[in-house]
Antibody
Framework: EVQMVESGGGLVPPGGSLRLSCAASGFTFISYWMHWVRQAPGKGLVWVSRINPDGSSTSYAGSVKGRFTISRDNAKNTLYLQMNSLRAEDMAVYYC??????????????WGQGTLVTVSS | DIQMTQSPSSLSASVGDRVTITCRASQSISSYLNWYQQKPGKAPKVLIYAASNLQSGVPSRFSGSGSGTDFTLTISSLQPEDFATYYCQQSYSTPPTFGQGTKLEIK
């Protein structure tokens, strides 16, 4: 059974930092592109960042570029998101997501349960 | 970035109804269009990928169609468990982008 368990969310003041973790199991983690997708309270889904299987290539949404860093430890089957200089607009549930990819399709296959980041003084 | 626009934003329907949700891309995305269902407090789950392919385990009352810029998700006969929010998402280019969601409510 595929499981992705996020942790590390919580309350942080504006300008603060948090590191999210996502422990994956039940699939060959090292073979998958991994993403973070967030959802502000009562709002829609927004892509945040992605990392390739060996960790050598990353991409970010413009709203977080320069403040967030995605990384992975394939030996530990774990994905990370280091979030610095947090703003009120970063407050959201953050989902760890695996991407299923073929030559003719790509979709977000497995989602974690999400971890809530609250940015408030 | 490719913008995805869903309509309607909300929809009231009854059990047994046939429902259609549309999604329009701001440029052609071929068939790189996925549909997700999200229930309150839960993570989204994929229903349809590559515009018309039913994800394993998803009931056959769900179907998808379209290519280029215009896509539809159809639920042929609504069941009580189908009341949720539905999102389209393009995987044609980075960044992947989602529609704003369609909330399907019980009439």
């Amino acid at each position: 059974e595929v499981q992705m368990v996020e942790s590390g969310g919580g309350l942080v003041p504006p300008g603060g930092s948090l590191r999210l973790s996502c422990a994956a199991s039940g699939f060959t983690f090292i073979s998958y592109w991994m993403h973070w997708v967030r959802q502000a309270p009562g709002k829609g889904l927004v892509w945040v960042s992605r990392i390739n299987p060996d960790g050598s290539s990353t991409s970010y949404a413009g709203s977080v570029k320069g403040r967030f860093t995605i990384s992975r430890d394939n030996a530990k089957n774990t994905l990370y998101l280091q979030m610095n200089s947090l703003r009120a607009e970063d407050m959201a549930v953050y989902y760890c997501v695996s991407l299923y990819s073929t030559t003719w399709s790509e979709y977000f296959q497995h989602w974690g349960q999400g971890t809530l980041v609250t940015v408030s003084s | 970035d490719i913008q995805m626009t869903q309509s309607p934003s909300s929809l009231s329907a009854s059990v047994g109804d046939r429902v259609t949700i549309t999604c329009r891309a701001s440029q052609s995305i071929s068939s790189y269009l996925n549909w997700y269902q999200q229930k309150p407090g839960k993570a989204p789950k994929v229903l349809i990928y590559a515009a018309s392919n039913l994800q394993s385990g998803v009931p056959s009352r769900f179907s998808g169609s379209g290519s280029g810029t215009d896509f539809t998700l159809t639920i042929s006969s609504l069941q009580p468990e189908d009341f949720a929010t539905y999102y389209c998402q393009q995987s044609y280019s980075t960044p992947p982008t989602f529609g704003q969601g369609t909330k399907l409510e019980i009439k």
